[in-house]
């Protein structure tokens, strides 16, 4: 119906990593360019497990905006901003508190996994219950139409939904609805509210579904609306209520599972990671001192590359031919694990470069990074300015 809009968070709770790269960074670039895309720093959340250590998000806040610029997510192109600078997350949060049933929040796999997954944390706080509401906050403020996640975040983005539907469902009649959604239709000038009034009769007398896309057109060019006429005349078409808070999707990022220097999972919890920007000799040392096949003890050992972490690592990073000529020398012994080890090496350090580089242009220049997240916490709050107003004047709470 909109145009789509894309809005991710992520929580800065320490360094990022290759993983977080390939895993989200990447495909954030890559969405910039293809969608109108707000990205944000989910401090807020970070502290509903990292209450008692807020040093490091603190810490963490610009080092990841830094990390984001330098893996190329570019200002021009996306909206970055931090939550807690657009309090209204928190205003809207507590609102639909209101309306969310407590069993909902309890049954969120994403609840139970991590309390049992944290044991050294006192998970069995309000504020850690809560995560996922105010997580559908942020969604809805932006009513961001794509959310992309990982898999174990889909459930968040399904609950969001459903608080969506309560809230609309809830609040989405006010009483006076009829004469505003009529007063809107005369704001579209004569010609075209004839024309929306005649296509909107033939759908609710004939379902005609063809008349109801042309009157989906019709709103979807007038410019001119404001966001609240805009989504009455939509409602009132169809015959139902206001549509205040709309539904997003989750747009499931393929795990593309980052292997670790261990051949695990990239993760900061089996301290397998290489960081975003890490300096070039502890790359090639990292990497030099990965374990390998353990049958290969000595040079002349043939090993099996299916055995071998450094393998997985030529999948992501080789070409086709490096890949065979890897499987060829290491089963013939023909070549050492250095050897194999190098083009890995220089292919991390080459894609790399391109994020030092950028990352030194922003510390050398720190305000830079701060303009840029001024700019875009401006931009962010105007747009959750607009969705709360029509919030608080739905709920009853637009007294003056
Ligand atoms: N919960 C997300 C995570 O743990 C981070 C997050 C917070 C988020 N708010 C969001 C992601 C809104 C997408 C949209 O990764
Ligand atoms: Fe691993 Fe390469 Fe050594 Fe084979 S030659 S064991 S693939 S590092």
């Keep these: 119906m909109f145009a789509d809009r894309v809005l991710s968070g992520m929580r800065p709770t320490g360094n990022l990593h290759l993983g977080h790269y390939h895993g989200v960074l990447k495909n954030w670039v890559q969405m910039q360019h293809e969608f109108e895309c707000l990205f944000f720093v989910a401090d807020w959340h970070a502290l509903t497990t990292h209450y008692d250590n807020p040093q490091i998000i603190e810490q963490s806040v610009w080092d990841m905006v830094v990390d984001w ?112 959604a009529e007063s809107a239709v005369k704001k579209l000038g004569s010609k075209k509210a004839r024309l929306y009034q005649e296509l909107r009769t033939r759908f609710q007398e004939q379902g005609d579904d063809e008349a109801l896309e042309s009157a989906k057109a019709l709103l979807d060019e007038q410019h001119s609306l404001s966001l609240g006429d805009r989504e009455r005349l939509f409602g009132y078409l169809e015959g139902g209520g206001k549509m205040i808070l709309s539904e997003p999707q989750s747009m499931l990022t393929v795990a ?109 220049n720190p305000s830079l990074v701060k303009n840029i997240i001024a700019d875009g916490n401006e931009k962010a709050r105007k747009l959750a300015c607009e969705t709360m107003r029509e919030v608080r004047e739905a709920m009853g709470l637009s007294y003056s």
């Design 69 to 180: 610029l330098a893996a190329g997510v570019d200002p021009a192109h996306a909206t970055l901003f931090i939550q807690s600078k657009v309090p209204e997350h928190a205003e809207l949060h507590l609102l639909l508190s209101m309306i969310t049933p407590l069993g909902w929040l309890e049954r969120m796999p994403t609840y139970k996994d991590q309390q049992a997954k944290l044991t050294e944390k006192d998970l069995s706080t309000y504020g850690f219950l809560g995560y996922p509401l105010l997580q559908s906050a942020d969604i809805l403020i932006y009513r961001a139409t794509q959310v992309p996640v990982g898999e174990d975040q889909v459930p968040h983005i399904e609950f969001t939904r459903e608080i969506a539907r309560r809230f609309n469902h809830l609040y989405g009649r006010d009483p006076g609805f009829e004469e505003k």
């Design 256 to 364: 593309s599972r980052m292997p670790g220097l261990d051949g695990q999972k990239m993760s900061k919890s089996y301290n397998n990671t290489i960081s975003l920007r890490e300096d070039e000799v502890s790359v090639a040392k990292k990497i030099r001192t990965m374990p390998t096949d353990p049958a290969r003890v000595r040079r002349t050992d043939p090993g099996d590359p299916e055995k071998c972490p450094v393998w997985q690592l030529h999948q992501v990073y080789s070409s086709e031919q490096t890949r065979q000529s890897v499987v060829h020398g290491c089963k013939s012994a023909g070549i050492g694990c250095i050897e194999c080890k190098q083009p890995v090496i220089d292919a991390v350090l080459d894609e790399q470069r391109p994020m030092r580089e950028r990352a030194q242009m922003y510390l050398d």
